[in-house]
């Protein structure tokens, strides 16, 4: 009993549970089950709210008992999700124990399978819905324990009042680990004739491949519109399973499908849908399907059922439908219409925002309302005058979020690359107190886990919207249906406190294609254009060379000279003409890193592929100096110069040099004179189907890194214009990772380069 003492606040009085049902009374009574009877009521919560509720009596005759309704308690109060039957509270009192459930209106899908009422695409959606109850169960989210329900059949899915499925009776399920490919449990064989695996039903050993066969009988129920077993008992068809296997493999299952639906099928979406429920019953457990293959599946039968009877994507006029009665949108043609639905549109009782692109592609947008809030405590729900919702989350400690998000979009453009982004905004003492809008993208370091990873990513750097707004991409997807699923965890943000949620918004990813393959030039090869001439001050270049120019050299040799490069200021620089004619200089490490503890975090060895004597290779610590010296004789006037970092990484950087750096000037500069780089390109989780190069909607930092043609990478890490007559240039830059909690470590430094944009 010492489940029930921790979970007290789902306790509700035998006094409240008759007034609910006025005594169990007749008039209450909706139905019996395995546990006992099942009654209709009102109960009203400590807020004062009255909600509609299914109370099961246990009655012991029935064979069930103290662990059945224990076992109950345990598993809904553990395992939440939309497709599983929401316990509400139980009491518990003397002999009565009663449990108590969210009133699902539409009762079971048993009572429909023959109805003529239920579409196919509506079964397909109960299917889908019962399936993802499931694929929950063996699959935990967030857990390291595998639940086996032990009793799958139609009976124990319930239909909500928009008909969602809702799987329910979990008096009989099993908890195993989930950590192993199988899952084995021995046990006393329960369950309901007709639907139990053949092979738990011999051995006693309970796997979860036990109730995807279970599954698989009761998607034949559906198809075929009858129950798994036949009231004659000189049937020869009176077992549904098997004659379904049989009609299958004959190629006969139009012979047994329920009359009216086959004339609404379209063919792919029957030969999906009977395929997996094919598979889910054969004999060996190895051959069936996984949960996740079954979801799969029929949301591809779904798929296939709605490209067939929708032709085309939901009109504009149907979303205007949807959206808020009080504030009706007046227009008088289509492109009014779509003029308005450009700066978007509130729909679906608030929870969502529909908006067009400038190309016209469906942008939607879920409130922050529909995650769900684990730390609940540390969440408040407050207007703000910038947000398309009527209230925000307010997280208090953005440090330890603990937030699962399970949405579903229902109104992108088909056959598009759209982006999932976190919308969200800091706020300090003052709740809504704006951050300086920049340009720059900031870093945030939000740690998350989309369901279907392995790991855990991290998004490093946010971007500022319009309107105040900030955006963090979670992963990027292709829509090959209009129906798209998310479930993704949101762990932590880094180095903040209190954040505001709006939602999660899906835009379309930009087409321009990002080769990440390309390689920059090398700037300084020999020009094919011979009539640049030689810098004015070509002499004072000279005479800093480290090897001797020959005397007798012509204009012409001087400057193809210039152009290939050459050694400066001892070894420490190298210099060159771009093939525009403008100087440009590579300086060594050794000349350029200065501060001496950054001296004291790098060792110096020779490398072959570099122009100069030694590299430096950082052994630890997260940030370092540079001194970039230039006098007035190595640029050139009136140019725009960037300053980029040359270096290799080392060769295993899984998991690491992702974080971006900041370089800020150091010393007599404001500290809001910073920059932020990256040493990697980031890389975007893709969910779905996806395609190859699809990681376009980058941050909008100047320059991602290339690598070069001679084997080096390079990043932007500043820039300046040179005046008319140019002067030294010496800028101290401190660079250091945004989180102060990685490490450099293998970074390869070979030195700085500076030429024109």
């Known amino acids: 009993m010492a489940l029930v003492k921790e979970l007290e606040h789902l306790k509700i009085s035998l006094d409240a549970i008759n007034l609910a049902t006025n005594s169990f009374g007749v008039e209450n009574f909706i139905g019996v089950g395995g546990f006992g009877k099942v009654y209709k009521g009102e109960i009203t919560d400590k807020k004062g709210l009255t909600q509609t509720v299914a109370i099961k009596r246990l009655d012991r005759k029935h064979g069930q008992g103290e662990h059945e309704f224990l076992t109950e308690i345990m598993m809904l109060s553990r395992y939440r999700h939309k497709n599983l039957v929401s316990l509400l509270g139980f009491c518990d009192e003397g002999e009565e124990k009663i449990l108590v459930y969210e009133y699902e209106f539409n009762g079971s899908l048993e009572k429909y399978l023959s109805s003529n009422d239920l579409t196919w695409v509506q079964r397909l959606k109960i299917c889908i819905g019962a399936a993802r109850g499931l694929e929950y169960l063996h699959n935990p989210f967030g857990t390291q324990q595998r639940v086996l329900h032990r009793d799958v059949k139609s009976s124990n899915v319930l239909l909500d009042h928009f008909w969602e499925a809702k799987i329910s009776d979990f008096g009989l399920s099993k908890i195993g680990p989930a950590n192993q490919e199988f899952t084995f449990l021995v046990s006393t064989v329960v369950g309901t004739l007709g639907y139990c695996d053949p092979l738990y039903a011999e051995t006693g050993i309970l796997t979860k491949e036990s109730d995807v066969y279970s599954f698989g009988v009761v998607l034949f129920e559906v198809l075929?519109?009858?129950?798994?077993?036949?009231?004659?008992?000189?049937?020869?068809?009176?077992?549904?399973?098997?004659?379904?296997?049989?009609?299958?493999?004959?190629?006969?299952?139009?012979d047994i499908i329920f009359n009216g639906l086959r004339e609404q099928m379209e063919p792919k979406s029957l030969e999906a849908f009977s395929s997996i429920a094919y598979q889910c019953l054969r004999r060996e457990r190895e051959e069936r399907p996984t949960m996740a293959d079954v979801l799969a599946e029929l949301e591809q039968a779904f798929e296939y059922q709605e490209n067939h009877e929708s032709g085309k994507p939901m009109e504009y006029e149907e979303i205007i439908q949807m959206a808020d009665s009080e504030h009706p949108l007046v227009y008088t043609n289509k492109k009014e219409l779509k003029l308005l639905l450009s700066s978007g549109v509130l729909i679906d009782w608030g929870k969502r925002w529909f908006s067009l692109s400038k190309n016209e592609l469906n942008c939607e947008m879920i409130s922050a309302s529909e995650f769900s809030f684990k730390g609940s405590e540390s969440v408040e729900w407050v207007p703000h005058p910038k947000s398309r919702f009527l209230e925000v989350?307010?997280?208090?400690?953005?440090?330890?979020?603990?937030?699962?998000?399970?949405?579903?979009?229902?109104?992108?453009?088909?056959?598009?690359?759209?982006?999932?982004?976190?919308?969200?905004?800091?706020?300090?003492?003052?709740?809504?107190?704006?951050?300086?809008?920049?340009?720059?993208?900031?870093?945030?370091?939000?740690?998350?886990k989309l369901k279907e990873a392995e790991e855990s990513s991290r998004s490093h750097l946010a971007d500022h919207t319009n309107d105040g707004w900030m955006l963090i991409e979670l992963c990027q997807f292709l829509t090959c249906k209009k129906v798209t699923k998310l479930e993704v965890s949101l762990y932590s943000f880094f180095g903040y406190t209190s954040v505001l949620l709006e939602g999660i918004q899906f835009l379309p990813v930009e087409q321009a294609i990002i080769d990440e393959s390309i390689q920059v030039e090398n700037l300084h090869t020999n020009p094919t254009n011979g009539e640049h001439k030689l810098p004015s001050d070509y002499r004072h270049i000279i005479k800093m060379a480290k090897d001797p120019v020959p005397y007798k050299i012509t204009h012409r040799e001087l400057y193809l000279l210039l152009s290939n490069g050459i050694l400066i200021n001892k070894g420490q620089a190298f210099f060159y003409l771009n093939q525009d004619g403008l100087k440009c200089c590579l300086q060594a490490a050794s000349a350029v890193v200065k501060y001496h503890e950054s001296l004291e975090t790098f060792h110096w060895i020779s490398v072959r592929e570099s122009r100069f004597e030694k590299v430096a290779v950082c052994q630890s610590g997260y940030e370092f100096r540079i001194n970039c010296n230039t006098n007035s004789h190595m640029l050139s006037p009136n140019t725009t110069y960037a300053i980029y970092l040359v270096y290799k990484?080392?060769?295993?950087?899984?998991?690491?040099?992702?974080?971006?750096?900041?370089?800020?000037?150091?010393?007599?500069?404001?500290?809001?004179?910073?920059?932020?780089?990256?040493?990697?390109?980031?890389?975007?989780?893709?969910?779905?189907?996806?395609?190859?190069?699809?990681?376009?909607?980058?941050?909008?930092?100047?320059?991602?890194?290339?690598?070069?043609?001679?084997?080096?990478?390079?990043?932007?890490?500043?820039?300046?214009?040179?005046?008319?007559?140019?002067?030294?240039?010496?800028?101290?830059?401190?660079v250091s990772l945004c989180d102060y909690q990685e490490k450099l470590t293998g970074l390869i430094v070979e030195g700085i380069e500076i030429r024109p944009k």
């Open 224 to 254: 075929c519109g009858r129950l798994c077993i036949g009231n004659r008992d000189d049937d020869p068809n009176r077992l549904l399973a098997r004659l379904a296997q049989r009609c299958y493999e004959k190629g006969t299952l139009e």
């Open 393 to 448: 989350a307010k997280i208090e400690d953005s440090h330890d979020m603990n937030i699962e998000v399970d949405i579903e979009t229902f109104f992108l453009s088909p056959g598009i690359t759209y982006a999932a982004y976190l919308v969200f905004k800091y706020c300090n003492t003052s709740y809504f107190q704006e951050p300086e809008m920049s340009s720059q993208p900031i870093f945030v370091g939000l740690k998350y």
């Open 649 to 734: 990484l080392p060769k295993d950087i899984h998991g690491v040099f992702e974080c971006p750096l900041e370089v800020k000037k150091f010393h007599r500069y404001p500290e809001n004179e910073t920059k932020l780089f990256l040493l990697t390109s980031p890389k975007t989780p893709v969910i779905g189907q996806g395609h190859g190069k699809n990681l376009l909607n980058r941050p909008k930092i100047d320059e991602i890194p290339q690598e070069r043609k001679d084997g080096w990478m390079e990043a932007q890490i500043w820039s300046f214009i040179t005046d008319a007559a140019p002067s030294s240039i010496n800028k101290e830059l401190e």
